[in-house]
């Protein structure tokens, strides 16, 4: 009789323990899975706070009501983007077109240059392993299409809910407050609004690195002649906004390119690139600090390798983003009321 009573204590212990466990995982799950979508709506926020950013910049200049200006600042930057489309898509399509051929042939010829010594044998050796950890062809292929799918789905999510940020804002803020008591809703209202101008300032002043940057990549690599330099230099712009895998993404076509010309043009690529990164980093950044947030190389890189595993590419993009909302939640909820306890 006890070791049936004991053996029904035990069986109800594991069920109620394997409810817990299976509970655990499946709200863990939930989280990663709904974490792609607050991405998302992180990237629509920022694209709203961008173009808002420079309206109420604009407000205080001109006289027009930051309802104007913010019209004013997406037609103009509709307009501009245009005009430079117009004016280098011809240029910049038959470079791409050029840049699809010769990178598989320059990718060879480094490979075989890369063969006539014993490191870079095993180089070559790693390289071709690769394919074989990724799968088979048709595996590629799938996971090609599907990655390519879910891309332009998320492009479309991210372009229609920044334009309902755009429109009213504060519609959403107000949304937010409510689920707040009233007590609260003063301090809720100054997080949100720190967190806005932490984010403005951050975009302004990446932005500006992003051009200062591709406009040296540009500079640099008509100097060295190497081929394509426009392309190279507008994938180094846009890839900039990516810390850390950035700059060493943009950097492999032009090195691939500059190796089919000579090991040494190789080498004074990778210089350039490195240079351009220490300017940026040690020049350009300090003379922007006032409009653009800093924050720990390791910290940075620890947030995209986690969110790059559980997220893929949209969280390696957004980590800078989501570390400074993360950091201006802790310092006003918890670091100020510290200081303002150890103050008394």
Sequence with gaps: ?????????????LFNTSILVISLLFT?????????VLLLILASVLIAIFFRGIAKKMATKISLSEKWCLITTITLFFVVFCLVGIGLFPRVSSQVGELQEQL????????????QNDIGKWIVNQINKV????????DQISSFFSSFLGGVADLYIIF?????????????VKGILRFFPKSKRAKVQEVIDSIGHTLSRWLLGKVFSMLIVGLLTGIGLL??????????????????????????????PAFLLAFTQSPTT?????????????????????????EMISFPFALILIAQVILGVFTGVL??????????????????????KLEALEAL
């Design 315 to 336: 969280g390696v993009i957004l980590a800078v983003p989501l570390v400074a909302i993360i950091g201006v939640l802790v310092n006003k909820l918890y670091l100020e």
């Design 266 to 290: 190789a080498i004074y690529v990778v210089g350039l690139y490195a240079a351009i990164q220490a300017i940026e980093s040690n020049i350009i950044t300090p003379l922007i600090q006032k």
């Design 1 to 13: 009789m006890e070791d049936q009573v004991n053996n029904t204590w035990y069986n109800k212990k």
């Design 223 to 252: 100097i060295l002649d190497i081929p394509l330099a426009l392309s190279l230099a507008l994938f180094a712009t846009l890839i900039t906004f990516i810390p850390n895998f950035g700059p060493i993404l943009s950097l492999i």
């Design 131 to 138: 394919p074989e950890k990724l799968g088979s062809g048709g």
């Design 28 to 36: 863990v799950l939930l989280i990663l899975k709904a974490f792609k």
């Design 104 to 115: 598989p042939q320059a990718f060879e010829s480094t490979k075989n240059q890369l063969n």
């Design 160 to 172: 229609f809910l920044s334009l309902f940020f755009l429109a009213q804002p504060y519609v959403y």
